[in-house]
């Protein structure tokens, strides 16, 4: 087989990986060490050391419900919501902002595998919480194991099913695919967690007089935007040969203020047949 001349340099050349976000050689790994084991190492094969430093990882989550690293009055007044509690890997701020920025709106694909790594700490977080809600936190902190890896062995305990916030056609047609799903089959990969792609966003767009609308009005015409097919819960429920309570990780890019996943969560809860608890992922909150 007959090598052509480009296939010849890159094979003689030294292979140096550059850093995906600033094109610098990728020197020695500056991860630290808390945000591991959670898949995060392989973000040093990608991102030079600067980078790396610049990730706003959410490390103290000061609101329970939506995982945000400040008390906030927006989780204070919701009430009846179908999701259980969000968390988020990085704060919002403006490194982080551009980074999306590249990936969503440029279509920066390079940054996928890097983002979708990034969840994983977020994914732990709400592990560790369903294992506190089911009351098996004796046992799991007997085993020494991160939180994910022990529910995996557990099998029963574990998440039935990772999913995303879907986006609008026009969207779609636009960027060409959809961000959370991207995001989710890379932590359904990772965790061992089957992808169901439950939510569809309906077509209809939303009535410009929503904005003069009270806040309760708002969120009735942001949850009729979600829709679940009865048919893609079937599918799922008869894959999980399940017919109890069931674990759902709902994944998207930014947690702002929130109304769209609670919506998505809303739509779920509504026509599933079982008691699911819904957790969401998010790369980000603002
Ligand atoms: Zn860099
Ligand atoms: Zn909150």
Request: charged share 25%.
């Given at each position: ?14 292979k140096?990986?550059?850093?995906v976000?600033?094109s610098?050689m ?38 329970m ?20 509690m969000?968390?988020s ?39 560790a ?8 936190e ?24 990772v ?5 609008s ?11 959370a ?37 708002r ?11 009865v ?11 399940r017919?109890a309570?069931?674990?759902?990780l709902?994944?998207?890019?930014v ?5 769209t996943?609670?919506?998505?969560a809303?739509a779920i809860?509504e ?5 699911v608890t819904?957790?969401s ?6």
């Open positions: 087989m007959k090598l052509k001349a480009f296939d010849m340099m890159q094979w003689l050349q030294p140096r990986d550059v850093c976000v600033c610098k990728i020197g020695r790994a500056r991860i630290q060490e808390d945000v591991d084991p959670f898949h995060v190492k392989e973000l040093n094969k990608r991102l030079c050391a600067d980078c790396v430093d610049q990730i706003a990882w959410i490390r103290n989550v000061q609101c419900h939506c995982g945000r690293a400040q008390r906030c009055p927006d989780c204070l007044i919701r009430s009846d919501s179908a999701l259980w969000n968390r890997a990085v704060v919002y701020q403006s490194a982080m902002k551009e980074w999306l920025h590249r990936y969503k709106f440029q279509g920066d694909e390079r940054l996928t595998p890097i983002l979708g790594a990034m969840l994983m700490p977020a994914v732990e977080r709400l592990s919480q369903l294992i506190r809600k089911e009351n098996l004796d046992q799991w902190r007997r085993s020494k194991l991160p939180a994910l890896k022990w529910l995996q062995k557990t099998g029963s305990a574990c998440w039935d099913g999913t995303s916030v879907p986006v056609e026009t969207r779609y047609r636009e960027r060409g695919f959809n961000q799903e991207q995001l989710a089959r890379i932590v359904s990969e990772k965790a061992q967690i089957p992808y169901v792609e439950l939510l569809v966003r309906s077509t209809h767009h939303v009535d410009a007089r929503q904005s003069h609308q009270g806040r309760g009005a969120f009735q015409g942001l949850s009729s935007r979600y829709h679940v097919s048919s893609a819960i079937n599918t799922w429920l008869r894959l999980k040969h017919n309570s069931l674990k759902l709902l994944i998207d890019d947690y702002t203020t929130g109304n996943i609670h919506a998505c809303d809860a026509v599933c047949p079982f008691p819904i957790a992922a998010t790369w980000a909150r603002s």
